[in-house]
């Protein structure tokens, strides 16, 4: 069966309608859109400042050859030359003054021709710029920003986590007075986003003298309500006579929860750790508020303030970009059904 | 051979974790042990609850409360202590305005261009969404190849940070970017979008857009696959119209699902602040500013940090946001029931 012929085969089986063009159609322009401007940024960041700057930009990353011709201090830029005889040569440009260029053949580097300049072509190859990644990394504080963020988001899930599903067992497995009012009380709090509250959480966290820490950006978030929710639906379903069981044995209720219930939550406890993790990496608007010396700046805040220093260096700028996007891109490869389905579930992100 | 050395690694560090585990819950069990020996079995709910419950205490019911407090206290200092009791006055300072409809009548002309902003950004941003992620969720219910495929493309922006996705559509709309070199291409001239007001907003719609619709489309996919097969083979039995089954089957048992999307995208919309910031930083001059922006530019961003007005601010926007969230959970409520 050919490719076009397997394509043309819906999963019923029946013939292909008009409709079914239409919706691959716009499947394949939602694929472009969504997915080229990434595509784009990749090549991007592997051209060198010049290549950034050309117009119209070329889609692969080009930059011109260069060669070294005895004589010069300075490899020479090499031009496909156009000569007065009709003939065409590939040769380096010693110095250009205005309209004229004065070239070099690498191979006689004594014979200099005059030539104009449209007489001439860049010779190109691929070339990506690795300086790109590589310099930044060196200059500026990179790696500082990703150890913040890798420390940041380590360190929140994992108190997110602990702390979430010990309220969620709290509220699923007993029944006790107050119960149903501490429900209420965390659901309640999905109302009071930090876009709210961001000024006083400013002087709560200054007064805890944590202004300029990581702690700063780890804490307030921690408690979340819709992990508490998500956790205690799932150890909802779990069978009570295990439970039952371990208190015959004299096990405490932190054992229960610790090496029963826990280890039988471990589906919920992935997804919740899965969306703080991307919760974390990504937080932007109080790490901003909150984090005001370039040491303790996550990669979000370093990466914006990138861009606000170094408007004109895009080379730097796109290659760093393309850093902080690809550790979310990895996770989602690996785990793309696991997250689909976890926020088709929950309806949470 | 490379795979085998990964997994090895992998089951080393799991059992590595499980190991810390096992010893952190081993030590944490003996005060634990006399903690319940203390206060009984029948307490110790209450201690699991406790560590969350003191979280949300700190950072947010705490906050809710000093948040009134600055609301109706003056001057630029922080502690709550120096600042002297002014009543209503950041709110009538916000509310003191000419005409509603005219911002530059207002004395606080940028809280009401916000408050405009945010209005023509969230009205185009959550309609155009939400119909993007219908359509796109109807075609991918459809009986295509490689669902799970283009379901993954569409959903990849959701992921990303707002800074990655302002930095690359910034890089393609920027004087000499991919849309400025297909305008030439096409014998057009170059557009400065982030000049040009009414282009400078359209952006910031369009890439909200772009970032966030699949995840509502994933919402609504799950909707429409929980409609039951057999109403649709009825329809086939019946041989009725393509267009009829959409007004008369998947629309109405797609509504409660609708409508917690466009809820949910309302709240979230009139909450954007990241992007846009990034994108545009509200410019040019304030013709993108949007709500959120005024509050942290007021707050933190700007010569004299004006912690009250901030707070007057957060607490109409407060407002705003709970009237919607009941909206919401009414709405989720009505849908479990019916």
Request: aromatic share 12%; with cysteine.
């Amino acid at each position: 069966m050919s490719v076009v012929e397997v394509l043309a085969k819906t999963r019923g089986g029946r013939r292909l309608h008009w409709t079914d063009y239409a919706a691959y159609a716009y499947l394949a322009i939602g694929v472009v859109l969504m997915f080229g401007p990434v595509v784009w940024l990749a090549l991007s960041s592997f051209k060198t400042q010049a290549g950034l700057l050309e117009f119209p930009p070329t889609l692969l990353p080009m930059s011109q050859k260069e060669v070294v011709v005895q004589g010069y201090d300075k490899p020479l830029p090499l031009f496909r030359v156009k000569l007065p005889d009709g003939t065409t040569k590939v040769m380096g440009q010693a110095r250009r003054i205005g309209l004229q260029a004065q070239m070099v053949d690498p191979a006689d580097p004594a014979k200099r021709v005059n030539v104009a300049i449209d007489q001439r072509e860049p010779v190109r190859e691929m070339a990506f710029a690795t300086s790109n990644y590589t310099e930044p990394l060196r200059r500026f504080d990179f790696l500082r920003y990703l150890g913040n963020s890798v420390f940041v988001t380590i360190v929140a899930t994992i108190i997110t986590l602990l702390i979430n599903s010990m309220a969620a067992f709290a509220l699923s497995i007993y029944e006790f007075p107050g119960r149903n009012a501490a429900m209420v009380t965390i659901i309640g709090t999905l109302m009071i986003p930090i876009t709210v509250i961001l000024v006083p959480v400013y002087l709560v966290v200054t007064s805890l003298g944590l202004i300029n820490s990581l702690w700063a950006v780890i804490l307030p978030g921690a408690a979340t309500p819709t992990g508490v929710f998500l956790l205690r639906q799932y150890m909802m379903t779990l069978p009570r006579d295990l439970i039952e069981a371990a208190r015959m044995d004299k096990a405490s209720e932190w054992q229960i929860y610790a090496r029963i219930v826990l280890p039988l939550s471990l589906p919920a406890l992935a997804v919740l750790a899965i969306f703080s993790v991307m919760w974390r990496w990504n937080e932007f608007l109080w790490p901003l508020a909150v984090l005001t010396k370039s040491e303790s700046y996550t990669l979000q805040i370093g990466l914006n303030s990138f861009q606000g220093e170094l408007q004109v260096q895009w080379h730097y700028l796109l290659a760093m970009t393309m850093l902080t996007l690809l550790p979310v891109s990895l996770v989602f490869v690996f785990l793309q059904r696991f997250i689909t389905t976890g926020i088709a579930n929950t309806g949470m992100k | 051979l490379a795979a085998a050395s990964d997994q090895e690694d992998v089951s080393a560090a799991a059992g590595l974790a499980s190991g810390l585990w096992t010893t952190f819950v081993k030590l944490v069990d003996v005060p634990m042990r006399r903690l319940q020996a203390l206060i009984g079995q029948r307490n110790m709910p209450y201690m699991f609850l406790l560590p969350n419950l003191a979280f949300f205490g700190v950072f947010v019911f705490l906050p809710l409360a000093i948040n009134v407090w600055f609301s109706v206290t003056g001057g630029s200092a922080l502690f709550l202590g120096q600042r002297p009791y002014v009543g209503s006055q950041q709110y009538a300072y916000l509310f003191d305005c000419g005409s509603y409809l005219d911002p530059s009548s207002c004395r606080e002309d940028r809280f009401w261009r916000g408050v405009q902003n945010t209005l023509v950004f969230t009205f185009f941003q959550v309609t155009m969404m939400v119909l993007f992620a219908l359509v796109t969720a109807l075609v991918l219910n459809m009986k295509i190849r490689g669902r799970g495929f283009f379901r993954a493309v569409y959903f990849f922006p959701v992921l990303l940070s707002p800074v990655v996705v302002a930095l690359i559509w910034k890089w393609i709309l920027q004087r000499d970017g991919l849309i400025n070199a297909g305008l030439t291409s096409l014998g057009g001239q170059k557009i400065l979008f982030f000049v040009d007001p009414s282009w400078a907003m359209f952006w910031a719609v369009f890439v909200s857009i772009w970032a966030h619709m699949g995840f509502y489309t994933l919402i609504l996919l799950a909707g429409l696959q929980g409609i039951p097969a057999d109403l649709y083979e009825a329809a086939e039995m019946d041989a009725t119209p393509a267009m009829r089954v959409l007004w008369r089957i998947t629309l109405p048992l797609l509504w409660p699902n609708l409508m917690v999307v466009i809820v949910l995208s309302l709240i979230k919309a009139v909450q954007t602040f990241d992007e846009v910031f990034v994108l545009t930083g509200g410019g040019p001059g304030s013709a993108t500013l949007l709500i959120v922006q005024y509050i942290y530019d007021t707050a933190f961003a700007n010569q004299v940090q004006n912690f009250g007005l901030a707070s007057a601010a957060s607490v109409v926007l407060g407002v705003v946001l709970f009237l919607l969230t009941l909206i919401q959970i009414g709405l989720s409520q009505r849908g479990k029931t019916a």
